[in-house]
T-cell receptor, first 115, second 113 residues
Framework: EAGVAQSPRYKIIEKRQSVAFWCNPI?????LYWYQQILGQGPKLLIQFQNNGVVDDSQLPKDRFSAERLKGVDSTLKIQPAKLEDSAVYLC?????????????FGEGSWLTVV | GDSVTQMEGPVTLSEEAFLTINCTYT??????LFWYVQYPGEGLQLLLKATKADDKGSNKGFEATYRKETTSFHLEKGSVQVSDSAVYFC????????????FGTGTRLQVTL
């Protein structure tokens, strides 16, 4: 079974530029998450989708971050304009939703450096 | 709200030493508990989990027991290897279909020969 796929793996941009990350969850997984992991910290939830609807985006900085999950499968996370403090690993994860013991599976992450 | 507290690292051990990484949690209801591992340059991998009180999760020689009375989920391994060097994250998941993970800050383990 294929895992959670993310791209690009690495991105370096200048502050005030924009960047987009793509995620393809495990087939059949209804729930999709984007987490931000700053160096030396635990991952922090940015946004959670159930199919193509937003369940929780309370910690998403909506003035610069946006995310969508068209058709309830793939998702994109965009940052515009980027700030230095956005340098982090952006982790996409997915979950079957029911009957899976709440196990959440993570992709390898997209590593962003803002200079 | 939900929270997870882990012992601070780094933890440095010699190969074959005994490992304990402490984890305690605060949550409403009956969460599921997890340990994830992150090797250098890689994403998070599920190491083990426990979904109810007194359950023991185990994998690759690691184990952790869900202790509701002490709200703890300490990670242990009897004999660590150099290849176990990584960052270990304790996490909890609220119950229900809209579950999400709340992570601790992570504990870096360095195992030397």
């Amino acid at each position: 079974e294929a895992g959670v796929a993310q791209s690009p793996r690495y991105k370096i941009i200048e502050k005030r530029q924009s960047v987009a990350f793509w995620c393809n969850p495990i087939s059949g997984h209804a729930t999709l998450y984007w987490y931000q992991q700053i160096l030396g910290q635990g991952p922090k939830l940015l946004i959670q989708f159930q199919n193509n609807g937003v369940v929780d985006d309370s910690q998403l900085p909506k003035d610069r971050f946006s995310a969508e999950r068209l058709k309830g499968v793939d998702s994109t996370l965009k940052i515009q304009p980027a700030k230095l403090e956005d340098s982090a690993v952006y982790l996409c994860a997915s979950n079957l939703g029911q009957g899976d013991g709440n196990t959440i599976y993570f992709g390898e992450g997209s590593w962003l450096t803002v200079v | 709200g939900d929270s997870v507290t882990q012992m601070e690292g780094p933890v440095t051990l010699s190969e074959e030493a005994f490992l304990t990484i402490n984890c305690t949690y605060t949550a409403t209801g009956y969460p599921s508990l997890f340990w994830y591992v992150q090797y250098p340059g890689e994403g998070l991998q599920l190491l083990l989990k426990a979904t109810k009180a007194d359950d023991k999760g185990s994998n690759k020689g690691f184990e952790a027991t869900y202790r509701k009375e002490t709200t703890s989920f300490h990670l242990e391994k009897g004999s660590v290897q150099v290849s176990d060097s990584a960052v270990y994250f304790c996490a909890l998941s609220s119950t229900g279909t809209a579950s999400k993970l709340t992570f601790g800050t992570g504990t870096r383990l360095q195992v030397t020969l």
